[in-house]
């Protein structure tokens, strides 16, 4: 069963639950935000079902709140920080804001980032750079789990590794590539699992190396493991943002048997760009508008109403979630209001939030 709740009455709630576990009120905000834009634009994975593990996190010491993140290089181009395990909620905006800054200035900037917890939708730090007409490319690993198996191995050794490329179009919203180098997202398994659902062929296997369409294996011990996207290609794109993410920004790499920890770190590589500096302005729009139109005319394939572009399907969705409610299914309801008695909030206030009162 599912409950419908307003963006504006679950972020009320949620922020509640993160202002009980210690943050600012500033902080709670900005989590409950962003988790709830990632249920606006449909990522559920990514929503109000992190909180629970995020409180756990916290009473475990591996999350803390009210931190920002510590610089240990800045030259304007080249910027290295140090997440200090923060809200990736509010460390990821700060950081993001002073890449930005900075490409806005010298025409680029990578930053490095390490030691963050969880970064959430990794889209959300793209539509920063995006809104500000930058290009916005990133690479990120996942301390927390090993959950993916490496192509052609039967174990899982790494995390779901996401990458995110985001560009400004002329006239139109951004070109927003987001996704985990997983077949499929680790959250959108938790969501299927509660939901009693099985998965399509091709993204798990069993504890045997046997393919199954059993979520359990990825969310219940005994663990079998996910695949990458696309066979050897999303294996190397996983890989590549190990060693960017994780390696080069010194947040650190997975090489563990297993944790039990609750916390997700995440380390994430990331190029700004000012596209107007490069001095190619003009070619940029006009090419980029005659390949869109060019793309968009391809005859619509069975089952497709029509060709889309990576950022369109989150934009419809957001529509249609804030005209109707996010959904959220019991399970994971019911893990929100128990993170709640954890932090000795009561959970009548939780509901009343949730239910705009
Ligand atoms: P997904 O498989 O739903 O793919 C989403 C991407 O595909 C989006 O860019 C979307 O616009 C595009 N897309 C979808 N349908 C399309 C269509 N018909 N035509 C054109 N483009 C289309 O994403 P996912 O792998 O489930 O990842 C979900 C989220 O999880 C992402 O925001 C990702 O950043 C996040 N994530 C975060 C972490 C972390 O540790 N912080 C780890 C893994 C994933």
Same mark, same amino acid.
Request: proline share 5%; with cysteine; glycine share 16%.
């Given at each position: 069963m599912e409950t419908f709740f307003t963006a504006q009455a679950l972020t009320r709630a949620i922020e509640a639950i993160v202002a009980a576990g210690g943050s600012e009120p500033a902080e709670a905000r900005l989590v409950a935000?962003?988790?709830?834009?990632?249920?606006?634009? @449909?990522?559920?994975? /990514?929503?109000?079902?992190?909180?629970?593990?995020?409180?756990? #996190? $916290?009473? %475990? +010491?591996?999350?803390?709140?009210?931190?920002?993140?510590?610089?240990?290089?800045?030259?304007?181009?080249?910027?290295?920080?140090?997440?200090?395990?923060?809200?990736?909620?509010s460390i990821g905006r700060e950081a993001m804001q002073m890449a930005i800054e900075r490409a806005k200035h010298s025409g680029c900037c990578i930053m490095t980032l @390490?030691?963050?917890? /969880?970064?959430?939708?990794?889209?959300?730090?793209?539509?920063? #750079? $995006?809104? %500000? +007409?930058?290009?916005?490319?990133?690479?990120?690993?996942?301390i927390s789990h090993a959950r993916v198996a490496p192509h052609g191995g039967r174990d899982a050794?790494?995390?779901?590794?996401?990458?995110?490329?985001?560009?400004?179009?002329?006239?139109?919203?951004?070109?927003?590539?987001?996704?985990?180098?997983?077949?499929?997202?680790?959250?959108?398994?938790?969501?299927?699992?509660?939901k009693g659902e099985k998965v399509p062929p091709g993204r798990l296997i069993d504890p045997e190396g046997n393919p199954t369409t059993d979520p359990r294996y990825a969310v219940v011990p005994p663990f079998g493991a996910m695949l990458a996207f696309?066979?050897?290609?999303?294996?190397?794109?996983?890989?590549?943002?190990?060693?960017?993410?994780?390696?080069?920004?010194?947040?650190?790499?997975?090489?563990?048997?297993?944790?039990?920890?609750?916390?997700?770190?995440?380390?994430?590589?990331?190029?700004?760009?000012?596209p107007r500096q490069l001095g190619t302005a003009a070619a940029f729009e006009r090419e980029a508008r005659l390949f869109l139109d060019w793309l968009r005319k391809s005859r619509p394939a069975p089952g497709f109403d029509r060709v889309r572009i990576a950022g369109e399907p989150e934009r419809e969705m957001r529509e249609r979630r804030s005209r109707d409610g996010i959904p959220v299914d019991e399970a994971t309801w019911n893990e929100i209001v128990t993170a709640a008695d954890k932090l000795e909030l009561a959970r009548s206030r939780v509901e009343a939030l949730a239910r705009g009162e």
């Open positions: 935000d962003n988790l709830v834009t990632a249920n606006l634009l @449909g990522h559920d994975s /990514h929503g109000v079902g992190m909180i629970p593990r995020y409180i756990d #996190a $916290v009473l %475990e +010491g591996g999350l803390l709140p009210n931190q920002h993140p510590k610089a240990t290089l800045d030259t304007g181009t080249l910027l290295a920080l140090d997440g200090c395990k923060g809200y990736g909620q @390490g030691n963050s917890h /969880h970064l959430g939708r990794i889209g959300h730090w793209a539509e920063m #750079a $995006v809104a %500000e +007409g930058l290009v916005s490319i990133h690479f990120v690993n996942v050794r790494f995390g779901t590794n996401p990458c995110c490329i985001g560009v400004p179009l002329p006239g139109e919203p951004p070109f927003l590539l987001d996704y985990a180098t997983s077949a499929v997202a680790q959250g959108k398994l938790r969501v299927a699992h509660n696309g066979e050897h290609k999303g294996y190397g794109m996983a890989i590549a943002s190990e060693l960017l993410g994780g390696a080069l920004t010194g947040g650190g790499t997975w090489h563990y048997e297993e944790s039990s920890k609750q916390r997700v770190l995440n380390g994430m590589f990331t190029i700004v760009l000012d």
